[in-house]
């Protein structure tokens, strides 16, 4: 649920925003202080993360899983992100960095790193199927695609940081229904 709640955040919230381009503008945006709309974003952000901890509990409980260190990793990222949007939201361009803008710098790094370590320990696990292994390497490909991306087309003054978000975030969040979908699946064995 966390990845349809998030991506219907994203559709609701640039709706919102007159001139928002979601190949341009950071994600981010949508929820940062004083944009249209922003409580609304905020407040599926934050139901996302809770619903990320949700999976992590799950995770952390099933015998079965990809195992302990990807529950952790989720349950790290799940906390981060709900934070970000409670309380650390983005400041608005050309203003001086405020705490809640350090605040939130730190934390998206910090869930960015929660998620590749997540998808890494469920890449690297002797618990899961072939498939499930694919797929989460290409979720992991995804997002450092999307990171690398993000980078060189600002260094190279392309204003195209939106849409290699976007890839980053498609990787982790399909991964996220996967995992879901896996243990729903098969039946979660609870611990």
């Known amino acids: 649920m966390a990845p349809v709640v998030f991506l219907l955040s994203i559709v609701i919230g640039g709706a919102f925003r007159v001139g928002y381009s979601h190949l341009i503008d950071p994600v981010s ?32 409980r099933d015998r079965q899983g990809p195992g302990r260190v990807v529950a952790v990793a989720i ?17 608005p361009p050309g203003v001086p960095m405020s705490g809640a803008q350090l605040g ?37 490909f995804a ?17 195209l940081v939106g849409a290699f978000e976007r890839v980053t975030q498609a990787g982790y969040h399909a991964w996220l229904l996967i995992t879901a979908g896996t243990g729903l699946w098969r039946g979660w064995h609870a611990a």
């Open 29 to 60: 945006a949508l929820g940062m202080s004083g944009a249209d709309g922003s409580g609304l974003v905020n407040a599926a952000w934050t139901a996302t993360g809770l619903l990320i901890i949700c999976l992590g509990v799950a995770l952390w």
């Open 75 to 91: 349950l790290i990222a799940g906390a981060t992100s709900a934070a970000i949007s409670t309380w650390c939201p983005m400041d």
């Open 104 to 140: 939130h710098n730190i934390l998206v790094g910090v869930a960015a790193f929660a998620f590749a370590a997540a998808l890494l320990a469920a890449a690297l696990s002797r618990r899961v199927s072939a498939t499930f292994r694919l797929l989460t390497w290409l979720a992991l």
């Open 143 to 159: 997002m450092v695609a999307g990171g690398a991306g993000a980078a060189i087309s600002q260094s190279l003054g392309w204003n």
